[in-house]
């Protein structure tokens, strides 16, 4: 099992930053891969970005390519271990949704788009980008 928590969302006005972490818990961390999706209302979740097991592969979605940034700390002795965060610059009101963070079990050392290749999500946590 693995459990994870986002925290870091919130309203922010266009143009501004925000930065989402999800605190990954249950299994070592750095094996699994872990993305970031959204889900804006009456519409489909959909990706935003992926990171590698090791951290050395990233994709983005296109709509988010240049402005947002994923990283993770799978470092054993650090606070922030077995974090993964969401860097997101220039933001748009098309940006609002639901952020969720979702790991990746089966994966080898790459970054997955879909979402039926992830195991375990979180509960959400809301962006309101104001225009």
């Known amino acids: 099992q693995v459990r994870l928590v986002e925290s870091g969302g919130g309203l922010v006005q266009a143009g501004g930053s925000l930065r989402l972490s999800c605190a990954a818990s249950?299994?070592?961390?750095?094996?699994?891969?872990m993305g970031w999706f959204r889900q804006a209302p009456g519409k489909e979740r959909e990706f935003v970005a992926a990171?590698?097991?090791?951290?050395?592969?990233?994709?983005?979605?296109?709509?988010v390519k240049g402005r947002f940034t994923i990283s993770r700390d799978n470092a054993k002795d650090t606070v922030s271990k077995d974090t993964v965060y969401l860097q997101m610059n220039s933001l748009k009101p098309e940006d609002t949704a639901v952020y969720y963070c979702?790991?990746?079990?089966?994966?080898?050392?790459?970054?997955?788009?879909?979402?039926?290749?992830?195991?375990?999500w979180g509960q959400g946590t809301q962006v309101t980008v104001s225009s």
């Open positions: 979702a790991a990746d079990l089966t994966s080898r050392d790459i970054a997955r788009i879909r979402l039926y290749d992830y195991d375990y």
């Open positions: 249950g299994r070592t961390f750095s094996m699994y891969a």
């Open positions: 990171i590698s097991r090791s951290g050395g592969r990233t994709y983005y979605a296109d709509s």
